[in-house]
């Protein structure tokens, strides 16, 4: 049984930082492509950043480039975004998604249906 489980959420004051982490079991991590997607109230699910097998290439939304930044630990299997100058309007549920199918990451890293394996969500909340 695949588990994606995200960690790291919380209430942070305008332009502070928080990271979240993903990890998953029941599939081989290094061969996992991931991504970060975001829900806020009464809003559809957004992608934020993507990361593929090796770590080398990352791909960010627009609203958080510079901002956010996505890694990961093949040796620790644990995924990581880092959210640096958060915004009121950064406040959302954040959800890890993964794939081991091999997907073209440049065309459809942000197309959540191209994802198979979801964790449950953590909450993050940018208020003074």
């Known amino acids: 049984q695949v588990q994606v489980v995200e960690s790291g959420g919380g209430l942070v004051q305008p332009g502070g930082s928080l990271r979240l982490d993903c990890t998953i079991s029941?599939?081989?991590?290094?061969?996992?492509?991931f991504g970060w997607f975001r829900q806020a109230p009464g809003k559809a699910r957004e992608a934020v950043a993507h990361i593929n097998r090796s770590g080398g290439t990352t791909y960010y939304s627009d609203f958080v480039k510079g901002r956010f930044t996505l890694s990961r630990d093949n040796a620790k299997t644990t995924v990581s975004l880092q959210m640096n100058s958060l915004k009121v309007e950064d406040t959302a549920v954040y959800f890890c998604?993964?794939?081991?199918?091999?997907?073209?990451?440049?065309?459809?890293?942000?197309?959540?249906?191209?994802?198979?394996?979801w964790g449950q969500g953590t909450q993050v909340t940018v208020s003074s």
């Open positions: 029941g599939r081989t991590f290094s061969r996992l492509l």
């Open positions: 998604a993964a794939t081991d199918r091999p997907i073209p990451s440049n065309l459809y890293w942000s197309d959540k249906s191209n994802y198979d394996y």
